[in-house]
């Protein structure tokens, strides 16, 4: 009986020992966690920055875009407002000319009299379409 208990206790301790000695080595393989975990953080930093540094190239370059569009819009409104007031102009100089040359025609003696030829040839036939 005393051997029995010794082959049972030998064989408890014997499983006791693989199983310690298994967790040690499952532990032993977790103890460069620690620098693989380092190593992922350090690379993901890296990446972090490189991302940063990217974004923050797209974000300048679409600054400079949009401050380029502004620019080029404001000038081609000032080319339209420009362009508009040299057609008004043109269109008022037009417009004086037309009226100082209808004036003058008004004011020539030959004008004044077809006027009067003609005041006097309606007259006539208004006259006559009140007769009949």
Do not use: C
């Amino acid at each position: 009986m005393f051997e029995t208990m010794r082959n049972i206790l030998t064989a408890a301790r014997e499983q006791h020992k693989a199983v310690v000695k298994e967790r040690m080595d499952h532990i032993g393989k977790l103890a460069n966690s620690v620098e693989v975990t380092k190593g992922l953080f350090d690379i993901s930093k890296a990446q972090f920055a490189i991302d940063i540094a990217r974004l923050e190239a797209e974000a300048y370059e679409l600054q400079q875009r949009v401050s380029y569009t502004n620019e080029v819009k404001s000038v081609l409104d000032s080319w339209v407002r420009h362009e508009t007031a040299v057609r008004e102009k043109e269109q008022k100089l037009m417009a004086e000319a037309v009226i100082a040359k209808i004036r003058a025609e008004l004011s020539d003696p030959r004008m004044i009299q077809q006027s009067n030829i003609l005041n006097q040839t309606l007259a006539d036939v208004e006259n006559l379409a009140k007769t009949k």
